[in-house]
């Protein structure tokens, strides 16, 4: 009964500060957007709330594998996604620029859109085929520009915990641009914020960086190829603490 009282109290103590972190983050990242012409600076802002709310929620990070990065190229980062806590980590954690992925219609809200076009997010507009294919090609263009991006190759969160199939439009993404995906294996993020539930609990968590694997030698006849081999060396890695690529 007292431990859940604890991590009840702890849960709203986590919740107000990521609540005012965000208000005052964000309105500093809307205004700053205006006056970004890279998005870099929005970034480190949008790190600095991350790790803040790591740290109230008493999360022990260990990272590993970022050597793997080169900083002078652009990668399209591919996580597996188990929780919520998915986001502050790979946005504190991950020691590099990398854009998210967003909704077209994200980028209707005023200011709000204002400052994701600001920041650098890549608008994606799924409102019929001919619209997706033409805001891939787009993305596809900004990526091989220089600018590296993440995406939940799942496209949800894992209610059990297994990595789900994965979608293919960011392997469409991936051979349109030619530039690398880097698989990233997270493991402890759903002890912290399982799906479904309100509770948050404090938990180590893993971040392992695997080996970049060329997409270059790839086509969209043949993304599903790409698809099953990225799959595989995150499933295997995941399950079995492998290294393979």
Not at 83 to 88: L, Y
Not at 141 to 157: A, D, K, W
Request: overall charge positive; aromatic content about 8%.
């Amino acid at each position: 009964m007292l431990k859940t009282i604890v991590h009840a109290l702890h849960t709203v103590i986590i919740v107000l500060w990521t609540l005012l972190a965000t208000a005052a983050v964000g309105t500093v990242v809307i205004i700053y957007s205006f006056f970004s012409r890279t998005g870099n600076g929005p970034h480190l802002l949008a790190r600095f709330w991350a790790n803040s709310i790591l740290w109230v929620s008493r999360v022990r990070v260990t990272v590993t594998g970022a050597e793997k990065l080169d900083p002078g190229r652009s990668y399209i980062y591919m996580p597996n996604h188990q929780s919520n806590a998915d986001i502050p980590l790979l946005l504190g954690r991950l020691p590099v620029q990398f854009r998210w992925l967003a909704k077209a219609e994200l980028f209707k809200i005023p200011l709000f859109g204002r400052a994701m076009r600001g920041v650098g997010y890549i608008s994606i507009d799924r409102s019929n085929r001919k619209s997706a294919f033409a805001s891939l090609k787009q993305a596809a263009r900004t990526i091989r520009n220089g600018t590296s991006v993440l995406i939940f190759p799942e496209g949800t969160r894992s209610r059990d915990g297994r990595i789900l199939p994965f979608k293919k439009g960011g392997f469409v993404l991936s051979v349109d641009s030619g530039v690398p995906i880097v698989p990233i294996v997270i493991k402890g993020t759903r002890n912290i914020v399982p799906k479904g539930r309100k509770m948050i609990r404090s938990a180590p968590v893993t971040m392992e960086i695997l080996d970049p694997v060329e997409t270059s030698g790839y086509t969209r006849k043949t993304k599903d190829e790409l698809l099953d081999r990225i799959c595989t060396i995150l499933t295997e890695n995941f399950e079995n603490g492998g290294r393979g690529s």
